[in-house]
């Protein structure tokens, strides 16, 4: 008994009264400045501007910023500018420096999607606490991520800066994040306050086309696309930023019900609301604010915080605009308090009033070293390639063979690695997959090089070389895909193809490799074996070369350990384990297509007509959310619950037997998915509810088990409350989301 007080008091009663505690300081201090502050220079704490230049400090020095979206300047430059705020203003109060840390401030991790490949959040919290790191010690305090945006519209660009399509997923990623930017106390001078964005659906955008129309219902929105912001504000996240988009004719960025209702009321969160890039003033453009004046009416009473941009041509919307509005009657005083406080409890958090500049000398001697720095991106790097077919086993190649061609216009395209947002990256720090081979194996392979042809255009005068060295080689790799511009913000595209003239070189140094084996051509003895890896932000549409190439490696953009990751997954040193976070269509003709379906009343039936199908393409798509293969295969076997029958509010246990049954050692991420077999409304076919990444050795089997808990259970019922509705629910296990074997139990009243 005395054990479990201890326990108690330790665990929870002595953190609540900490925590409590610290609020209340926070209270205080913060009345205590209010007190003193002006009308302007608490509007001030409201406004945010971008890089700083000579009238712009003249602008901190009058109190009138109070954040800047700082930019790759360093600590140097950073103290510089917090001193005229600490040292010039009437108030002393230290300013906040914001960047966009999306995958890595100096080193560069994988992508934010490719990370999701690697359903390893532990490693992905690692890469974001090496991120905060660097970024703190270069002086920024706040990060512009992570973007927790649903995504399932390959066409949107910025599909690369999420964690995919899944709710459940993205909300184990997003709070991974999270916690790595932040760790438990923003005190500590080597964490970075996080920002969750686009808040919120900015992902659900029409056609793909970046920061256009999203219009879906309540329980979509409380059920997809709110549960990572919902996870992030339950790690603690600092911020949010309000996305561009329309949300069911109110723009994101002006919309109460989000802002207010959800985040505020029903949350009970008190961060920060800062808008998107000039996203208030855009309500003009949205012709939902007649000018600048009702826009900052509107998202300002909405409960956005902080505008940024908000003192140049572009913004210009907070600064000259909010006094007017209080003075005028139409918000009150007490509103711009509200927002100061959540802004000045952010500085406090952080510790600035304590300690406003950068302590180089603390990072210099706190740096961890290059070595783990490496080690955790390539490992991330690794963990984060998908394995989509390999054929008769043709990776890994033989470490044995005395040369290889390595062609495409990404083999050695440093810059590429990086993708898109890469702060301080430099590509010069970035392996391609040529020097990658060369490190793997030095001496030992002759490694020809041809880029063949260049990303986007059409000139073909490589494709002669390519196919010269082809002939002189044991094996072929060829490295296609996008390039960094062609994703991220603004790169919506309507071709998902290979961009470019590049599938067509596949397709020639295809039939140098294979060509006089008409049957069985891939595998005949004196076929040269191709390989082809991928670098992109988003699912391509790759259907030949998913029909034809033996060997396809997903890649995405890695980061600075790019090409040594793929090289190691090529010849063997690595065995790969990385699933998709999001469906690969077979054609846009498909979009939106992922697994989170609906049955409809006509389930699709390929070859019947009057089902929920297209008569010209099959309904499935070319590689299903959670697929990706092994040098291993895994069985699973023997799926069963622990009881036949729970309460609504009661929890059982599922297990399966995983089996390793090949002689490589591997990785395997062991998926849940649950079906409610009837409900009171329609619900998805199946639903991510948790995975388990698990290592076998050769040969092992394994039990898994997982809780299934009541709220995974649960759905929104039409009045959009959370339920658990009695009757059958299955329970799905397997490697990827259309491979399954699953189990029921009853839910009884
Ligand atoms: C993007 C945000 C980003 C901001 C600041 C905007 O255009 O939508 O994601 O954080 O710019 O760079």
């Known amino acids: 008994m005395k054990k479990i007080s201890f326990i108690v008091y330790t665990f929870i009663i002595y953190p609540l009264f900490v925590f409590s505690f610290a609020q209340q300081q926070y209270d205080a201090k913060i009345d205590e400045l209010l007190s003193k502050m002006t009308l302007d220079e608490k509007i001030g704490q409201l406004v945010q501007i971008v890089g700083v230049d000579k009238d712009e ?205 959800i985040l505020r009321n029903e949350w009970e969160w008190d961060g920060v609301v800062i808008s998107d890039y000039n996203s208030i003033g855009e309500l003009v453009n949205h012709r939902f604010a007649k000018d600048k004046k009702e826009a900052a009416l509107k998202s300002f009473t909405a409960g956005v915080d902080i505008d940024m941009v908000g003192d140049t041509i572009d913004g210009n919307v907070y600064s000259p605009n909010l006094k007017n509005l209080v003075e005028e009657g139409l918000i009150t005083e007490e509103q711009i308090n509200k927002s100061v406080r959540n802004v000045l409890r952010m500085k406090f958090k952080l510790g600035l009033f304590e300690n406003p500049y950068i302590d180089t000398e603390y990072f210099k001697k706190n740096v961890p070293s290059q070595k783990y720095k490496d080690s955790v991106a390539l490992q991330l790097a690794r963990e984060s390639i998908v394995l989509l077919k390999n054929e008769n086993n043709l990776l890994p190649l033989k470490k044995e063979i005395k040369s290889i061609a390595v062609i495409g216009p990404l083999a050695d395209s440093p810059n590429d690695m990086l993708g898109s947002w890469s702060a301080a990256g430099k590509p010069e720090d970035a392996v391609t997959v040529v020097e990658g081979i060369r490190n793997l194996l030095g001496e030992k392979i002759k490694v020809n090089y041809a880029k063949g042809c260049g990303i986007n255009d059409s000139d073909t005068s490589g494709f002669e070389e390519a196919v010269k060295i082809v002939k002189q080689s044991d094996a072929v790799v060829f490295v296609a895909g996008e390039s960094r511009e062609m994703i991220g913000e603004a790169a919506s595209k309507t071709n998902l193809n290979l961009p470019g003239v590049q599938e067509k070189l596949i397709k020639k140094i295809y039939e140098v490799c294979y060509a006089a084996h008409s049957t069985n051509q891939a595998f005949s003895q004196s076929a040269i074996p191709l390989v082809v890896v991928l670098m992109n932000g988003r699912p391509l549409t790759i259907n030949w070369i998913s029909e034809n190439i033996p060997a396809i490696v997903e890649a995405w953009y890695l980061g600075n350990q790019a090409g040594n990751a793929v090289a190691q997954v090529l010849f063997g040193e690595f065995n790969p384990s990385g699933k998709l976070p999001v469906t690969f269509p077979r054609s846009t003709g498909q979009i939106p297509i992922y697994y989170y379906q609906k049955s409809t009343g006509r389930p699709a039936v390929d070859d019947e007509k009057y089902t929920s199908r297209y008569i010209d393409s099959p309904s499935t798509p070319l590689y299903p959310f959670g697929f990706g293969l092994s040098y291993t295969t895994f069985n699973y076997s023997d799926i069963r619950v622990d009881k036949p029958n729970i309460s609504a509010n009661d929890s059982l246990y599922v297990f399966v037997d995983v089996a390793n049954m090949g002689n490589v050692d591997g990785e395997e991420v062991v998926q849940l998915y649950v079906q409610d077999e009837f409900a009171s409304v329609t619900l998805p076919v199946k639903e991510l509810k948790g995975f388990q990444k698990i290592k076998l050795k050769a040969g092992e089997k394994r039990t898994v088990s997982f809780r299934i808990t009541s709220d995974m259970l649960s759905f929104l019922n039409a009045e959009l409350k959370k339920v658990v509705e009695p009757g059958r629910f299955y329970v799905m296990i397997g490697g990827n989301s259309a491979d399954l074997i699953s189990t029921s139990f009853e839910v009884i009243q």
């Open 57 to 261: 400090e003249n602008l901190i020095r009058e109190g009138k910023v109070g954040s800047i979206l700082i930019g790759i300047r360093g600590a140097k430059e950073s103290n510089r500018i917090q001193k005229i705020a600490v040292e010039e203003t009437r108030l002393g109060i230290p300013l906040l420096f914001a960047n966009d840390i999306i995958h890595g401030y100096n080193t560069i991790f994988p992508i934010p999607l490719a990370e999701a490949s690697s359903w390893n959040p532990t490693l992905v919290r690692k890469a974001c606490e090496i991120a905060a790191f660097e970024a703190a010690s270069a002086g920024t305090h706040w990060t512009y991520a992570p973007m927790v945006d649903i995504a399932r519209d390959p066409r949107w660009g910025r599909i690369m800066e999420g964690a995919g399509e899944d709710p459940y997923l993205g909300s184990v990623m997003a709070a991974a994040r999270v916690k790595g930017f932040q760790g438990d106390d923003l005190k500590d001078k080597t964490k970075i306050a996080a920002c969750a964005k686009h808040y919120v659906a900015y992902g659900g955008a029409e056609g793909g086309r970046d920061y256009n129309t999203v219009d879906i219902s309540d329980r979509t929105l409380r059920s997809v696309y709110l549960p990572p912001f919902y996870a992030a504000v339950k790690s603690g996240a600092a911020s949010i930023m309000s996305a561009f988009n329309d949300l069911n004719g109110i723009p994101a960025s002006a919309n109460y019900y989000t802002l207010t209702q």
